[in-house]
């Protein structure tokens, strides 16, 4: 029933229909990047969409809200 | 862009927007209902694919299992603006996103109802921006939407009784729950303002709840800062007095922090199109509306928490009764006078909000938690020192501390910290102006622009 998702190469399950930010930290994986000005470690906050702090590269495309975006098959994802 | 307009556009697919749509749709008006989730439920109703029993969910999926077919159900539609066209109609903007990516899709109504529900208001403290803080409304939605648990060592804090389904939450799925700090009361459990409102069943399995797990209720005491290197390892728990300064502190191990102190309606699409608000008992600005839930704006209606914080059952109610009201005004023929059981309900339910949020109050002593460092504004990283300078330069309002000191006007535009700006310049906070309420590329936006749409040009 799950699938794997590539996280900085390494593999991570997913549950379908979690996001990628529910199984990154169902794996552990509680930040994935860093801020611009402090270099300040960030991952969820909000979960719902609304605080950004969770954004995160899927594929090589710009940055999206990870609490946001289903995880799909074979996505391979990129932290800071 | 379709030809013809729909009757009613519903954007949000919680309690109140699918109600709207299912009376609206059922009496035969052509619907479409927007949502940005990947399946409707908004927060309250916010479930995994298989999803777990919970008290009205039951009655949700049936409504929304009626609405599809009868309405055109686009979820994974994120609004960012509706605007008025010439000639009346309304143009609503989205997002979505497929398998070639991102793209806009943009609808035509007669008439709009905002049902968008509200987000977790939380304060700032020293470390809660490290991973593993995360606001009660997002541990809920990792454990309903995911079934994930936020963390193995939590502690819960803030304000309100939101906090106690997310402690019985995660306690049921296995989290060790450390302590459910509330900041206000001073009562306890057992004399909870819930069972004063009636809701003694509610409040009695929530106690039992939280007894059965032997998590710690504390009601005059909240977390006031976060400790850890790279992910939160401890929190400084603190006494508070009434008025939320503190008394005294000790340290809890833990490995995740979940906070809440009340929620902020989501009505920027209201004022974007220019309806007026008021103020909510707890400050918030929300929608103003008349009997029928239409805005002061002709076409436009608003249910559930953008006119008010209520809950689910009352988001619900006000969903009906503006879907009544615009089918009396799409078919006049089919009008009917307003249903007094419905009528009944919203006057209890509102009642119940308003009790709670006076119950729940943000006292100002929280700000004495700050030091100059804490972060107020996380996208931007503003920290206090220079909210203050910004206050002593001059700014006499949270405006010209945010074009001063830069706090809202990052990614998030405003929604995390924007309360927590306002109670630091001294004044309530004011509706949002946010034109565009997602972030949208350029691309989109060269779309959306009506000169330029190729599917406006073939009508």
């Known amino acids: 029933m799950t699938f794997h998702i590539t996280v900085d190469g390494r593999p991570v399950p997913v549950v379908p229909g979690q996001s990628i930010g529910a199984a990154l930290h169902a794996a552990g994986v509680r930040s994935w990047r860093t801020t611009r000005f402090g270099g300040r470690p960030r991952g969820l906050f909000c979960g719902i969409g609304v605080c950004f702090d969770c954004l995160i590269s899927v594929n090589g495309r710009p940055p999206e809200r990870a609490c946001l975006l289903e995880a799909e098959p074979g996505d391979e994802v990129t932290t800071a | 862009m379709t030809g013809a307009p729909y009757d009613l556009v519903v954007v949000g697919g919680g309690p109140a927007g699918v109600a709207g749509a299912l009376t609206a749709a059922l009496a035969g008006l052509r619907v479409a209902l927007l949502d940005s989730g990947a399946r409707l439920g908004g927060q309250y109703f916010r479930h995994a694919a298989v999803p777990e029993r919970e008290p009205g969910l039951d009655r949700f999926l049936l409504q929304a299992r009626l609405l599809d077919g009868r309405a055109d159900v686009l979820t994974r539609h994120q609004v960012w603006n509706v605007s008025r066209e010439p000639g009346g109609d309304l143009t609503v903007h989205a997002l979505t996103r497929d398998s070639s990516g991102e793209r806009p899709v943009t609808l035509r109504a007669r008439r709009l109802l905002i049902a968008t529900g509200a987000h977790d208001r939380p304060l700032p403290f020293p470390g809660w921006d490290l991973p593993g803080v995360l606001t009660a409304g997002g541990a809920q939605a ?318």
């Open chain 2, 142 to 459: 990792l454990l309903k939407g995911g079934g994930v648990l936020a963390g193995r060592r939590v502690v819960i804090s803030g304000t309100g009784p939101f906090l106690l389904p997310v402690a019985s939450g995660l306690a049921r799925a296995g989290a060790a729950v450390l302590g459910v700090y509330e900041a206000n009361g001073g009562l306890g459990l057992a004399r909870h303002p819930l069972l004063a409102l009636g809701k003694a069943g509610e409040a009695a399995a929530y106690a039992a709840a939280l007894a059965r797990h032997r998590v710690p209720y504390r009601t005059r005491h909240a977390v006031i800062a976060a400790h850890g290197e790279r992910e939160v390892e401890a929190v400084t728990v603190a006494r508070l007095d009434p008025d939320w300064n503190v008394l005294s502190t000790r340290i809890v191990g833990c490995d995740t922090l979940a906070v809440g102190y009340g929620f902020v309606p989501q009505i920027e699409l209201g004022t974007q199109l220019g309806c007026e608000t008021r103020g909510d008992p707890d400050g918030s600005p929300v929608l103003r509306v008349d009997a029928a839930q239409r805005t002061s704006v002709p076409g436009v209606w608003a249910a559930g928490e953008p006119t008010g914080v209520a809950g689910w059952r009352q988001a619900e109610v006000e969903g009906r009764i503006a879907g009544r009201a615009i089918v009396g005004e799409a078919r006049p023929i089919a009008r009917r006078g307003p249903d007094g059981v419905l009528l009944r309900r919203r006057r209890q339910w509102r009642a119940f909000g308003e009790a709670l949020q006076r119950a729940y109050p943000v006292r100002p002593g929280w700000q004495s938690w700050l030091r100059d460092d804490t972060l107020v504004c996380r996208c931007e990283e503003v920290p206090l020192a220079r909210v203050r300078e910004a206050l002593e330069l001059g700014a006499t309002d949270a405006r010209s501390v945010k074009l001063l000191a830069r706090p809202g006007m990052g990614w998030c535009q405003g929604r995390v910290c924007g309360y927590a700006v306002s109670c630091l310049a001294g004044e309530a906070p004011r509706p949002p102006r946010r034109p565009v309420a997602q972030p949208v590329t350029l691309g989109a936006l060269a779309e959306a622009a009506p000169e330029d749409s190729p599917d406006e040009a073939a009508q």
